[in-house]
């Protein structure tokens, strides 16, 4: 039911009821008397309805107001009908709460939503079995007074949500879980963890056999290869088809103990996550000596090699990764530029970074495969690449070894006008 009242009938209201009692007390001589008795009862009553509206709202305890005729009943009816909506909304919110929360709790993964401060607002019952988060126990506590791990620590300071932070569960330590955080709301962030063991240990059994399989296949090679070069060389001259035959041997074998090198250089990439055996390394040194050492890979193809490398260019890392990462993007830009091309090597500061590049005028690399070639075993042209003796893992190789010297590689390339690899590594402070 609405009313709708306006300021205009409740003024003409009150002026008829004074000129009413006005004519009354007309009659009996005493207007003025009844005018003031009758704004007094007008007063009184007006007031004992504000005490009972007062006591309702503060100390009432059901929900309908008080009872009352006239203007009285209508504030009283608004007031109920106001109360009512609010209850039926926060009814709604109530249930798609509730709604919100059962689906939290049947996800797989643990899920906390934080504020902003990094402090804990709800968590599922996951994320008490995972991380030991307990709702409603933990709320207001930070979550990296839980969660006490310098990786988790770093990924926090780090600000970069969009990769995810793998660490230990802090009560259960067979469990290894990947963490993401996610801006939620306005101003919230969604946190959530997934048990990553079982495809840890998938990835550790790979690499594992991998690395197991490369190392057991290079000694029967090695033994392969000495037989066949100790036959080519024997005095006794090989019959013409054997010889055609013991060739063939002879390059593949070689292909073969090529691809176990990179198989074997890949594998201990993967495996040495750590900084542990990083020393400072003389980059500047160590490009000079790979420049030397792949001439002999040029002296088929006469490119034109230059080369401008800064002195002492220092950085933390692993050498011996350091100069395979280095050395497969020399070796590929000459071994994909055709004969005579224009190689350009350097090796420099640029905007607070050191920045490494081998620029070719080769064939070029079309866009839709650029984001691919870091894949293992990828190769553009496959029979090509087989003639250049690639396996499609050198790469692979320069990723892993970037992703843990905190590197970027950046491939430039434009389609039959060559190519520029370019590595950028952070520059120490004290350069
Ligand atoms: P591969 O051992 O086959 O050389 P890589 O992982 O080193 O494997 O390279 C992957 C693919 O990228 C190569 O097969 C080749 O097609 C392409 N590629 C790499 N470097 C160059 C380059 N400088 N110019 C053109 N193509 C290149």
């Known amino acids: 039911m609405y009313f709708r009242t306006s300021a205009r009938t409740l003024f003409s209201r009150i002026i008829s009821l004074l000129i009413f009692s006005g004519i009354v007390g007309y009659f009996f001589g005493q207007t003025l008397l009844f005018i003031s008795v009758v704004s007094l009862c007008l007063l009184a009553w007006h007031y004992s309805h504000l005490y009972k509206l ?21 504030i009283y009816d608004g007031l109920y009908r106001r109360i009512r909506k609010q209850r039926l909304k926060q009814k709604q919110l109530n249930e798609r709460i509730r709604k919100f929360r059962d689906g939290a709790e049947a996800l797989p993964d643990a899920a906390i939503v934080l504020s902003t401060e990094l402090s804990i607002l709800w968590g599922n019952k996951k994320a008490s079995q995972l991380l030991g988060v307990q709702w409603p126990n933990d709320v207001g506590q930070r979550i990296d007074n839980l969660i006490r791990y310098p990786e988790f620590a770093q990924y926090l300071d780090g600000g970069n949500y969009d990769i995810p932070c793998l ?8 469990l290894q879980l990947e963490l993401r955080m996610m801006a939620y709301g306005s101003d919230q962030i969604l946190l959530l963890a997934r048990d990553v063991s079982k495809i840890q240990r998938l990835d550790q059994m790979r690499r594992d056999f991998v690395a197991n399989v490369s190392h057991e296949l290079k000694t029967p090679l090695t033994v392969v290869r000495g037989y066949v070069e100790m036959v080519q060389m024997s005095e006794s001259a090989l019959a013409p088809q054997w010889q055609k035959a013991f060739t063939t041997i002879e390059t593949q074998v070689s292909r073969m103990d090529r691809l176990v090198d990179q198989l074997l250089i890949l594998s201990k990439a993967e495996n040495n996550v750590g900084a542990e055996n990083h020393q400072q390394v003389n980059l500047s040194d160590l490009l000079q000596t790979i420049v030397e050492d792949t001439q002999w890979l040029n002296q088929d193809k006469h490119h034109s090699i230059s080369h401008d490398i800064a002195p002492n260019i220092v950085i933390k890392g692993n050498e011996h990764e350091l100069k395979s990462a280095l050395l497969n993007i020399i070796s590929n830009a000459i071994a994909y530029t055709p004969s005579g091309g224009i190689i350009k090597i350097v090796l420099e500061y640029r905007d607070d970074k050191i920045r490494f590049s081998v620029k070719d005028n080769g064939p070029g690399i079309k866009s839709e495969y650029i984001n691919r070639l870091t894949e293992r075993f990828f ?14 893992l050198g790469l692979a190789i320069v990723k892993h070894v970037l992703n843990h010297h905190q590197g970027e590689l950046e491939i430039v390339s434009e389609w039959q006008k060559g190519s520029e690899f370019i590595i950028y590594f952070s520059a120490q402070a004290d350069k």
């Open 54 to 74: 007062i006591k309702w709202l503060w100390q009432g305890k059901s929900i309908s107001p008080p009872q009352a005729s006239g203007i009285w009943g209508r």
């Open 167 to 174: 660490i230990i569960s802090p009560i259960n330590h067979d």
């Open 379 to 392: 190769r553009i042209d496959k029979s090509r690449s087989r003639d250049t003796g690639g396996s499609g």
